[in-house]
């Protein structure tokens, strides 16, 4: 015991660091305009999500959880934001995103539901691997912010960006409260790949068809 | 029964993978077809035949069919089936504008094979991945006509669907770990080992749980108000995967709702699940209603029709008792012949007419009087009219809620039914009856012959429909007893 203690010790200190830079990352996604910088906060972000798991594996010694550090930190740290990087480079011609809500509101309204998230997650009786009670504030926190991030920018790469922030509180939350499910590896690995082949498949050709930018502004045939 | 089910996973996986071989041939059309044919023959013997089986796991625990899986798995199924003959003749290059034709057939195909995972998979994580593979190949087949609408569409629809199902997926985790403290942190969450224990899960945690399904999965359903992707990909898509989305997608994202409502009712009494639905299930068919009335294009007017069809089925499981849970889930049936019946009929429109503007289509009925006729046989079936089976499946459900006292449902549904019913049939009734007039559009294409694959696969639609208005075979009959013996028909 008196040797487990320190190492026990360090994880939960680590987790919780993981956890709070975890949120100032999404709430830092509601203060970038630029295409590229809002890729490269949702890269921090990933990085984050793949610490956590990484530490959650080592702490209960399984293999398996590892891995998926591992791949996370492949798929969402490297190969999704230089796909989307590559992308914005190659198509997009205006790099700032138009807001609907600006940034000193947006970030007041993270904020606001970083709070609203930390408020209902105390409501649930549960603990999260290493994380601070309560452990599901910070990804639920995460899903408040990437929907609201997706609904505000009117551009499809930060759409992408949403969705993608939206799905690491998710990830998260998994790993916190369930890190044991056994399907967790194999449909985790298949939701990281899902918006890449979303991407490649519609939003590639979404480009080469218009050819005129990635604003949705565009995309108010469809209404009623 | 798990060779049955596996015989229709393998034919629609294995007409994937042979229409990706041979492309766009004519071959693949009949390849998709046979497929589609072969899985619903399957899932007919394996919830009929094998009924001794229903409700016990197989192959392992991988496969799990009782009778409310069993309702779902025969309306995805059928829908696959029809749609697949349809798509074999629309897909004739003077008929269908389909852009991408080479990828239809192995997508049509995947479709169906996630599409028939749905509801036969035992654990819920995997019932997710069956889900979140839906989306991903309809949105792709949504944008299969390559116009700019048609990946606007298929963008909304990934970006909310995909959104929708993250959220889904949370209240899967939040299941799972509501049963820990009982099963450790290494189980498989499958419905039987969750029910097992229900008295004992955490009631906090699946109040949470089942709300975030029902929201994260109810987005795929298309229930108000997070219904904002489902007109578009309905209205731009190709009319057979039109069919295949308001058929058997939205049944299948439904199932998933029940499903977990059947565990958390289980765990935290009916009437919490009951209530979530009844909300959501009157919103969506209220607004669906109105909704309805003011549309211009005839394929949006249908998908309306939808978020009101499966408002009904919600309304129906959430008003409770044996008898409207058991109209709710032979509406889940009914409406799947129903409504693939209309959609064929507004592809035979669009591909005459050129036009999804309801203004511009006048006298189909002296034009092509084949199509008229079935147009308009379409649209009294999912107005609910008699002696079509949606007017049985919604007086069952109206005759459960007075028999259970909730008289404001049942008369909410009455109302609202009827304010839909307006909608659709002065909508059909002046394309099809009403002479051609200065505005009408040019009918060009009007006077083709008919395809005999597609106008098979309307009568298909058509018999299904009006049969089970007349006459509910007696081992359906059973199999409906049993899907409101599991959620819904407990009060």
Redesign the interface.
Known sequence: MLHAAPHYHFATAAAALIAIAALLSGLALLAVKQVHEQVRVYAVLSVFAAAYTLLVGVNRGDPGLIVLAVWTAVIKVVVIPLSIDRAVTRHVSEHEVPLVVQVPMSLLIGVALAGVAYWSAA????HGALLPTPALGM??AL?LI??FF?ITRQN?IS??VG?LT??N??FL??VA????????I??LL??DL??A??FY???A??IA??AKGTSIED?A??K? | MAVWLLIALAASLGAALATVVIGDRPVSGWISAIAGSVAFGAALVAVFADHAARGQHSLGSAFYVDGLSGVFLIAVAFVYAVVAIYSAGYLQPEIGHIRLRGVYWPLLNLFGLALLATPMVANLGVMWVAVELTTVVSALLVTSEGSDQSLEAGWKYIVIGSAGLAVGLLGIVLMYAAGEPRLGDHYTPTYTTLVSVAPHLNRALVHAAFAFVLVGFGTKVGLVPMHAWLPDAHSEGPSPISAMLSGALLAAALYVVLRVGAIAQLAVGTSYVHVLLVVFGALSLVLAAFFALRQANYKRLLAYSSIEHMGIVSLGVGIGGPIAAYGAFFHVLVHAAGKTLAFFGAGELLSRYETREIDRIRGVISAAPFVGVMVLLGALAISGVPPFGIFRSELLIVTGGFSQSKFALAGLLVVFANVAFVGLYQTFHRMVISPEDRDSAPARRVRRRGQPLMSAAMLLSLSVVLVLGLWIPGPLNQLLHSAAAVIGGKT
Not at chain 1, 123 to 126: G, R, S
């Open positions: 409501a649930l009786p549960i990804p639920i899903v990437g929907l997706m499809v759409q992408i969705l939206l799905e509180g998710v939350a998994t409260v369930a890190p044991g499910l056994p399907f967790a194999g449909f298949l939701l899902l918006p082949v979303v498949g519609v939003f050709r979404l068809a218009r995309m045939v469809l009623g």
